[in-house]
């Protein structure tokens, strides 16, 4: 751990206020990337094996079945699901209760997409960031090209040249994997999104379209 604080000590040295503020979003960004994989994993996001059994069960008309799966379903969707087969036995596809478990289920869904603004926002603020600081170490460095004069040292001015290419390096290290990241909860919210679409219609349309 060390050895890896004492590197980021020396890129902040070379980046100056910029690598500082680039560093401070990364571990932001790594904060709430862990914060939002421990809610995933304690909300059961993408475990829907038992839900799945359970609707099935409901499609077929097997109504104890389909309750017990879906109150026994580790699933964040479970609650949903019990609300909507509960509802379903004695109001079927009516559409006053279809706009109250579509709102549960945006509910739901709310909790999981929360904080990921400000996870995008580091995605795209932190190239730019670094773009910034870019122009401004390049400035610096023909700054210093102007006041030697004729007495121009070509390794100084490679020197200020690369540390300024430095901000836009750290700014995309910290905006590519957050990128990903981001891309990839999207992703896992959009599924959660589909799977609580099918938790309603088939508890207010069962058998519709089975073949069985």
């Known amino acids: 751990m060390t050895p890896l604080l004492e590197a980021l000590g020396r890129v902040a040295d070379l980046g100056g206020p910029v690598v500082m503020i680039l560093i401070a979003m990364s571990a932001i960004a790594l904060a709430l990337i862990l914060a939002k994989l421990w809610q995933f994993l304690r909300l059961g996001v993408g475990r829907h094996d038992r839900l799945d059994t359970a ?14 799966g879906a109150a026994q379903a580790p699933s964040h969707l479970a609650a949903l699901a019990v609300a909507a087969l509960s509802a379903a036995e004695t109001r079927r596809d009516d559409t006053a209760l279809r706009a109250r478990l579509t ?3 945006a509910e739901r869904l709310a909790r999981l997409g929360a904080g990921l603004r400000l996870l995008d926002s580091v995605a ?4 730019l960031l ?3 600081g870019t122009v401004l170490g390049m400035i610096e460095a023909f700054q ?4 030697a004069g004729a007495a121009v040292d070509p390794s100084a001015l490679a ?5 300024a290419l430095l901000t836009t390096a750290v700014g995309l290290a910290v905006a590519m994997p957050a990128s990903l990241v981001l891309t990839w909860f999207d992703a896992r919210i959009a599924r959660e999104a589909r799977m609580a679409e099918r938790i309603i219609d088939t508890a207010l349309c069962a058998g519709v379209g089975n073949d069985d």
């Not at 609707?55 to 017990?68: C, K």
């Not at 020197?159 to 540390?163: A, L, N, S």
């Open 159 to 163: 020197g200020g040249i690369w540390v």
């Open 144 to 147: 210093g090209l102007q006041a």
């Open 55 to 68: 609707l099935t069960a409901w499609d077929r008309g097997d109504t104890a079945l389909a309750r017990d």
């Open 124 to 127: 795209q603020v932190a190239p």
């Open 103 to 105: 709102s549960l289920a």
């Open 130 to 132: 670094g773009l910034f």
